[in-house]
């Protein structure tokens, strides 16, 4: 069974906030994540000054909702800190070391669960308008690698390994297309029956190994759909 728990928009800290509430009511053996292009997302503040300051917005609202000047006060500070967007004091909702420091806490409850956790490489489309810079991917091959933890190698659908173009597996700079979706599903896949995670189907026209799998997607991508 497959239960999708992804959240648009969020980065890898309130990722590393939610997978313990997910955990409680889910009997995982592996959790699945791909995460890291919207922590480097530009915002006025931060993840983490953000959630302490909504925190503080939550616990005076209850306190104070029928108070004329505490909504008076903040609305005001809430133009002044979430004013106009653009502005030279922008910065990453998830700094770097954070970023790390997020991934190595998901594998740490993974891990304290029984749960196998497995990380998905980042996308990108190659050849975007917009360039293709980002450190959250190193971060992410580095994290991985220090920790033991495998990470799904999405060939075509990255922006180093693929040919001169691979827009069709792409609406947007990272969002899949539908043949997208389907071609990282069978990397998913792959890596999953590679790790004797997942079963290969007992259809006949289905008893490929992973090795076969991955020969498979790189000579002929169109064989997946």
């Given at each position: 069974?497959?239960?999708?728990?992804?959240?648009?928009?969020?980065?890898?800290f309130?990722v590393?906030?939610?997978?313990?509430?997910?955990?409680?009511?889910?009997?995982?053996?592996?959790?699945?994540?791909?995460?890291?292009?919207?922590?480097a997302?530009?915002?006025?503040?931060?993840?983490t000054?953000?959630?302490?300051?909504?925190?503080?917005?939550v616990?005076?609202?209850?306190?104070?909702?029928?108070?004329y000047?505490?909504?008076?006060?903040?609305?005001?500070?809430g133009?002044?800190r979430?004013?106009?967007p653009?502005?030279?004091?922008?910065?990453?909702?998830?700094?770097?070391?954070?970023?790390?420091?997020?991934?190595?806490?998901?594998?740490?409850q993974?891990?304290?669960?029984?749960?196998?956790?497995i990380?998905?490489?980042?996308?990108?489309?190659?050849?975007?308008?917009r360039?293709?810079?980002?450190p959250?991917?190193?971060?992410?091959?580095?994290?991985?690698?220090?920790?033991?933890?495998?990470v799904?190698?999405?060939?075509?659908?990255?922006?180093?390994?693929?040919?001169?173009?691979?827009?069709?597996?792409?609406?947007?700079?990272?969002?899949?297309?539908?043949?997208?979706?389907?071609?990282?599903?069978?990397?998913?896949?792959?890596?999953?029956i590679?790790?004797?995670?997942?079963?290969?189907?007992?259809?006949?026209?289905?008893?490929?190994?992973?090795?076969?799998?991955?020969?498979?997607?790189?000579?002929?991508?169109?064989?997946?759909l």
């Open positions: 069974e497959v239960v999708n728990c992804g959240v648009t928009g969020f980065t890898s309130q590393a906030r939610w997978l313990p509430r997910l955990c409680d009511k889910l009997d995982c053996d592996v959790a699945i994540f791909c995460i890291g292009w919207n922590d997302n530009l915002r006025p503040v931060d993840d000054q953000y959630a302490k300051q909504l925190r503080f917005a616990t005076g609202r209850a306190m104070s909702r029928h108070c000047i505490y909504r008076l006060i903040r609305n005001s500070y133009g002044l979430f004013g106009q653009g502005r030279a004091s922008e910065t990453v909702r998830v700094p770097f070391e954070q970023y790390r420091h997020n991934l190595q806490e998901l594998v740490s993974c891990r304290s669960r029984e749960i196998t956790p990380f998905i490489d980042l996308p990108g489309r190659k050849g975007f308008e360039p293709f810079q980002h959250y991917s190193a971060a992410l091959d580095a994290i991985c690698a220090e920790l033991d933890v495998h799904v190698d999405i060939r075509l659908l990255g922006p180093e390994f693929s040919p001169e173009s691979n827009e069709e597996y792409f609406i947007d700079m990272c969002h899949f297309s539908v043949k997208g979706h389907r071609y990282l599903a069978k990397r998913v896949a792959a890596t999953l590679g790790l004797g995670l997942m079963e290969t189907s007992s259809r006949p026209d289905s008893s490929q190994s992973s090795t076969a799998i991955s020969r498979q997607d790189d000579a002929n991508p169109e064989n997946d």
